[in-house]
């Protein structure tokens, strides 16, 4: 039966889609009509397909919000915001489904998410506590599956890759792993299953909430063809906007472009956007998609010209990319320092390095002095930002005797970054950031 339709999707939720008020991208339609022009990669035999990767992707619903709903269930299907009261500076961490229908969504200003949504409850928030449920579910995962990568505090990736004849049809698998992690936890997750990491994880997120999706092997190119480019890769938006200016807009688009045509427009990374377009997704498991670049940044709860904030601050700025940089086993060609001042003036400012590096002190060294040359030490600062770009995997270092030392340092940081894995971020800050 499975193979006369390429999605497999659960019956409640597609009742549940139907009457869903918010726009989504269309679902591909049954038989493949929509992939014209699409290359399938040779739809497989039911042995063949025994053979394929099995990669599901869990992501559960509403995390945050899901959690505080746990706390007071009075909560349920009313519109909540958790991030801090509504007149604080800050961004918003989480939002209901019911805050969605008003646009709000993570990462927007606390102050815009009231002006959309006045009547939503706005929650602080309880870290420790999102955590811990993290905890519980990636325990409950690593029950399930051979290999689990938790990409987020509430996504995975499980690797059922030749355990379908233990675990037996991969779609009531989905259904008893997302009953057992609502039994267990109280919360509910969405599921994507498919051959590879991107296809999985679009389809979960079309799925939400309370959903499963399957793309049957073979259908991955039809079923990503109708997308926009953006909801299908972390592209960044110019990236986007660029390729829009084109006529691309959505992966069809990319697809019937081709390759050449891309990599004259994009460069390398043309090649592996087409290669994404046709659902030959290269991301392995541990290995994460490459990012493009790797950022982070910081809000002061009071404006400060304190040196002694700043500079702390933008130490634990570092470390963060420098080990999410080391994660992906990169280097990065390009240093970017963001400030914004009290006056809502943003500046930023990038060093390109004559060799790339993913070391702490390099990236740290650069930081300070931009920071030295473009801040006077007495505008008040709101927000600082770190970013890395220009990513690829090498080469480091050449010379020898500065090779011997950097090696040492960087087995020193690698140190710290898996001390950090197992015990969190926390548990080792270089001294600037103690103080
Ligand atoms: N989060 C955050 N800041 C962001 C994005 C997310 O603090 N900019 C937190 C809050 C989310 C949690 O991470 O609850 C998980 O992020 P998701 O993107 O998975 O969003 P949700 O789980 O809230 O919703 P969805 O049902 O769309 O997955
Ligand atoms: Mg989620």
Redesign the pocket.
Known sequence: MESYSYVQKEQIRLRHLTNTPHPRPPLPEIGGARGENIPELCPATPAQTAMLPVIFHV????????VEELFDPTLKGKAVV??GDADQRG?????S?EARKFGVH??MPLITAKRLCPHAIFLPGRRSE?VQYSGQIQQLLCDYAPIVEMV????AYLDFTGSERLHGNLFQLAHRLRAHIQEKTGLSA?IGISKTKLVSKVAS?LA??RGILRVLPGHEASFLAPLRIGKFSNNGTTTERRLNDLGIVSVRDLVLAGKEFLCEVLGHWGESLYRKSIGLDTAHFFFHEEPKSISHEHTFDQDTCDLEIVHSTLSHLVQKVAHRLRDHKMVAGRITLKLRDFGFQTITRTVSLEEPTQLDCDIQQRLMALLKRHWNGRRRIRLIGVALSSLGYGPLQQDLFEKARRDKMAKLYQAADQVRDKFGFASVLSARTIK
């Open positions: 992501d559960m619903d509403a995390f945050f919000v899901s958790v991030g961004v918003v961490s989480a939002a489904y993570s990462a999102y987020s505090i509430d996504e969405s997120d939400k909430p």
